[in-house]
T-cell receptor, first 116, second 110 residues
């Protein structure tokens, strides 16, 4: 049981390049989230998904796209990276439909992205 | 107004002190509340859920005031190992949109 796994752990991009961050969870959670964290800003919700095939915008969705084609995976895409997207990105999952408990968030270890 | 706001930090306290953090939320439909702890930009980890009647876990006590729309976290007998950033999290519906406060940094000194 690996929990929530994020890849890659580190990445450096040049302005204008694109990339995809992968989040995978093996806890059969319905809900998945992408957050970014910047100094003094706390965690800000980018996009989230309440089930396979569904996505929704969070607090700071601009410049990002997401997909949830499989229940266990939630992908975050940067189409054209900008220096303002330099941040630490965390993926998280929650809500086990089987137990019907509003489970707290389980986080991945984070991805440190630098855009130059 | 931010959806979730926390006391600005940092809090610098001596070992053994009692410290309290507050967190306010703007959406009266919010249903679930949590306190998380984060160390050195690692991933946040659940400290405790916050229940309507208030709850306690060892030296930690969480309270919820729905009328005033705030939650609080009280830490008694602070330890050096309590030094971290404390984040409050609020959900609007079960498992739906979860919003974090900006975090309050605690530094416990010998």
């Amino acid at each position: 049981n690996a929990g929530v796994t994020q890849t890659p752990k580190f990445r450096v991009l040049k302005t204008g390049q694109s990339m995809t961050l992968l989040c995978a969870q093996d806890m059969n959670h319905e809900y998945m989230y992408w957050y970014r964290q910047d100094p003094g800003m706390g965690l800000r919700l980018i996009h989230y998904s309440v089930g396979e095939g569904t996505t929704a915008k969070g607090e700071v969705p601009d410049g990002y796209n997401v997909s949830r084609l499989k229940k266990q995976n939630f992908l975050l895409g940067l189409e054209s990276a900008a220096p303002s997207q330099t941040s630490v990105y965390f993926c998280a999952s929650s809500w086990d439909r089987r137990t019907r408990v509003n489970s707290p968030l389980h986080f991945g270890n984070g991805t440190r992205l630098t855009v130059t | 107004r931010k959806e979730v706001e926390q006391d600005p930090g940092p809090f610098n306290v001596p070992e053994g002190a009692t410290v309290a953090f507050n967190c306010t939320y703007s959406n009266s439909a919010s249903q679930s509340f949590f306190w998380y702890r984060q160390d050195c930009r690692k991933e946040p980890k659940l400290l405790m859920s916050v229940y309507s009647s208030g709850n306690e876990d060892g030296r930690f006590t969480a309270q919820l005031n729905r009328a005033s729309q705030y939650i609080s976290l009280l830490i008694r007998d602070s330890k050096l190992s309590d030094s971290a950033t404390y984040l409050c999290v609020v959900t609007v519906n079960q498992g739906g949109k979860l919003i974090f406060g900006q975090g309050t940094e605690l530094s416990v000194k010998p």
